[in-house]
T-cell receptor, first 113, second 113 residues
Framework: GENVEQHPSTLSVQEGDSAVIKCTYS??????FPWYKQELGKRPQLIID?????GEKKDQRIAVTLNKTAKHFSLHITETQPEDSAVYFC????????????FGSGTQLTVLP | DAMVIQNPRYQVTQFGKPVTLSCSQT?????MYWYQQKSSQAPKLLFH???????NEADTPDNFQSRRPNTSFCFLDIRSPGLGDAAMYLC????????????FGPGTRLLVL
């Protein structure tokens, strides 16, 4: 089955700096890659996703890049703000199949004011 | 704007005493999922329903059961909770099996004494 590895497990940045979280996946058939943000005690919320037919997707301060050959994808947050502090999970799945999302182990991002 | 609702938000039970967690949704989604999330870990899928079709993950213990009496409601039954079952239990929905975006409920925090 799919295996998703996520690094780093914790990340501290100064407010205004950029943050990058990286994930690798094992199943070359995976073609859908969402990122979820989970604030302390709250539900995971989808913040951005990418499909394998594109290499990059942006939404304001958030971007995701995908390298299918290397089987890795990354989340980039620019101009970080304290409210970006949360746990971020990457995930992967084979779109349209019965196989479900496989999550990475999560990254605790702390944005220091 | 609650779309996926979980009750109760906190549940305390005794070792070995059956407990039921509930999830309801107003999205009319076909698929409902139950995840277990332990501290500092990724959500782990226990099982999911596609309409009335129940799909159990291979490593989900028999101690965990689920019921979906109608489209809107889904229940997680833990027949004999052990100390290791203390966790956050997340319900999620998606529109269809091939649809990617999952909407999570706020979770139920289960404590086993």
């Amino acid at each position: 089955g799919e295996n998703v590895e996520q690094h780093p497990s914790t990340l501290s940045v100064q407010e205004g700096d950029s943050a990058v979280i990286k994930c690798t996946y094992s199943d070359s058939a995976s073609n859908y890659f969402p990122w979820y943000k989970q604030e302390l005690g709250k539900r995971p919320q989808l913040i951005i996703d990418i499909r394998s037919n594109v290499g990059e997707k942006k939404d304001q301060r958030i971007a995701v890049t995908l390298n299918k050959t290397a089987k890795h994808f990354s989340l980039h947050i620019t101009e970080t703000q304290p409210e970006d502090s949360a746990v971020y999970f990457c995930a992967a799945r084979v779109s349209g199949s019965a196989r479900q999302l496989t999550f990475g182990s999560g990254t605790q991002l702390t944005v220091l004011p | 704007d609650a779309m996926v609702i979980q009750n109760p938000r906190y549940q305390v039970t005794q070792f070995g005493k059956p407990v039921t967690l509930s999830c309801s949704q107003t999205l009319n989604h076909n698929v409902m999922y139950w995840y277990q999330q332990k501290s500092s870990q990724a959500p782990k899928l226990l099982f999911h329903y596609y309409d009335k079709d129940f799909n159990n993950e291979a490593d989900t213990p028999d101690n965990f059961q689920s019921r979906r009496p109608n489209t809107s409601f889904c229940f997680l039954d833990i027949r004999s909770p052990g100390l290791g079952d203390a966790a956050m239990y997340l319900c999620a929905t998606s529109k269809a099996r091939g649809t990617e975006t999952q909407y999570f409920g706020p979770g139920t925090r289960l404590l086993v004494l």
